[in-house]
Structures are given as C-alpha cells and as structure tokens.
C-alpha cells in the first residue's frame, strides 16, 4: 500500500506559478515512477509530467518548458513547479505512484487559472 497526501493548489491568474507537491507512505521502495495527471471538466485524465526512479523525467508536449517535475527522496516528496500557468491549465490535478504491478491516486488538488 501507498499513501499520497497532495497539497499546493489554489487559484491563480494566467501567467503566474504554482507549485504542487505530493508526499508519499507505505510500501515506497516499491515505487518505480511518481507522476501528475489533470482532468479537466469533461476530459479525460492526462498524464502531465512523472519522474522515475532512475531520475527520468517525461512531459505532456503542453506543459515543456513551462512545468518542471522533481522529487526529494529525503522526504519522499514529489513536486511539480508550474509556471507561466495558462487558463488551459486548469484542472484538478492527481498524484500517481507507479509500482511494477499496480497504482495508486492521490485525492486530488485544485488548480484554476483565471483572471
């Protein structure tokens, strides 16, 4: 089992910059990728960014070079830095942590990008 607690999201106005961050517990040397979803109201739940556990990033082609994912292994901690955020942005975005046989969800945290 794995636990994430998600936390970082909010309101902001286009053009500024969020930073989200996931904490995960339980069994996480099994843990093989950590990542960000979004689902935005009727659409489906994209991958945004993960990160495994070699230190291999990958991105949706909407976010390069605005969104940066990382993570602080003391901590157990996943972050995603969001910036030159864009209304399309907007979403409830979802923590995910891969291990080689299943997944698990994080509850979700809100982001709206609106003036």
């Known amino acids: 089992q794995v636990q994430l607690v998600e936390s970082g999201g909010g309101l902001v106005q286009p053009g500024g910059s969020l930073r989200l961050s996931c904490a995960a517990s339980?069994?996480?040397?099994?843990?093989?990728?950590m990542g960000w979803y979004r689902q935005a109201p009727g659409k489906q739940r994209e991958l945004v960014a993960l990160?495994?556990?070699?230190?291999?990033?990958k991105y949706a082609d909407s976010v390069k070079g605005r969104f940066t994912i990382s993570r602080d292994n003391a901590k157990n901690t996943v972050y995603l830095q969001m910036n030159s955020l864009k209304p399309e942005d907007t979403a409830v975005y979802y923590c995910?942590?891969?291990?080689?046989?299943?997944?698990?969800w994080g509850q979700g945290t809100q982001v709206t990008v609106s003036s």
């Open positions: 995910n942590a891969k291990l080689t046989n299943k997944g698990y």
């Open positions: 990160v495994t556990s070699g230190g291999l990033t």
């Open positions: 339980g069994s996480i040397f099994s843990i093989v990728a």
